[in-house]
């Protein structure tokens, strides 16, 4: 399926391709694969993916989460959520996420100091306001930075801002 989903999207000349994802994991995730994701690696246009069981907000959109690692790619991704932001009257939120490190030390456990990691937190916050100037400027943006696993927490700040006193809690 993704070679025909990439040869009709070539074809017709696509902007964007929207694609609903099943979500596997694991052993499923290993033998059946992801058409999404092979879809997504190969396209050079965007790739929008779905859950079947995502909540869907009939008044549009109103907040895009944008993780942000300090790369090109996320850079174009912000870019990218800027034109959407513009378009639908969104406020966007940069996220960027501090992951700790885990340094193994006489065959113990031992993770980065708190000083080490509030340093990098507070470095983290003053270059991701620098980017949100310089990507999204003129947007109602919200910076973040959290430390923890990038995707766990990607996810949790998601679930989070679908929580609806967030948008009190963020003034």
């Given at each position: 399926p993704?070679?025909?989903?990439?040869?009709?999207?070539?074809?017709?000349?696509?902007?964007l391709?929207?694609?609903?994802t099943?979500?596997?994991?694991?052993?499923?995730?290993?033998?059946?694969?992801?058409?999404?994701?092979?879809?997504?690696?190969?396209r050079?246009?965007?790739?929008?993916?779905?859950?079947?069981?995502?909540?869907?907000?009939?008044?549009?959109?109103?907040?895009?989460?944008?993780?942000?690692d300090?790369?090109?790619?996320?850079?174009?991704?912000?870019?990218?959520?800027?034109l959407?932001a513009?378009?639908?009257?969104?406020?966007?939120?940069?996220?960027?996420?501090?992951e700790?490190?885990?340094?193994?030390?006489?065959?113990s456990?031992?993770?980065?100091?708190?000083?080490?990691?509030?340093?990098?937190?507070?470095?983290?916050?003053?270059?991701?306001k620098?980017?949100?100037?310089?990507?999204?400027?003129?947007?109602?943006?919200?910076t973040?930075?959290?430390?923890?696993r990038?995707?766990?927490?990607?996810?949790?700040?998601?679930?989070?801002?679908?929580y609806?006193p967030?948008?009190?809690?963020?003034?």
């Open positions: 993704d070679e025909v989903i990439l040869e009709s999207a070539s074809e017709i000349g696509v902007d391709i929207v694609m609903g099943h979500g596997r994991r694991g052993l499923k995730h290993l033998l059946l694969g992801s058409v999404a994701e092979k879809v997504a690696r190969e050079s246009a965007p790739v929008l993916t779905v859950r079947a069981d995502a909540a869907i907000n009939p008044e549009g959109i109103s907040r895009i989460l944008v993780p942000y300090f790369s090109e790619a996320s850079a174009h991704a912000a870019r990218f959520a800027g959407w513009r378009a639908l009257g969104a406020e966007i939120t940069l996220l960027h996420v501090v700790p490190v885990v340094y193994p030390e006489f065959y456990v031992d993770v980065a100091s708190d000083d080490l990691m509030g340093h990098l937190s507070e470095r983290s916050e003053e270059a991701l620098k980017a949100a100037e310089e990507l999204l400027s003129g947007l109602p943006v919200i973040s930075v959290e430390v923890g990038a995707a766990d927490t990607i996810v949790h700040h998601a679930d989070f801002m679908s609806e967030f948008k009190t809690l963020k003034k």
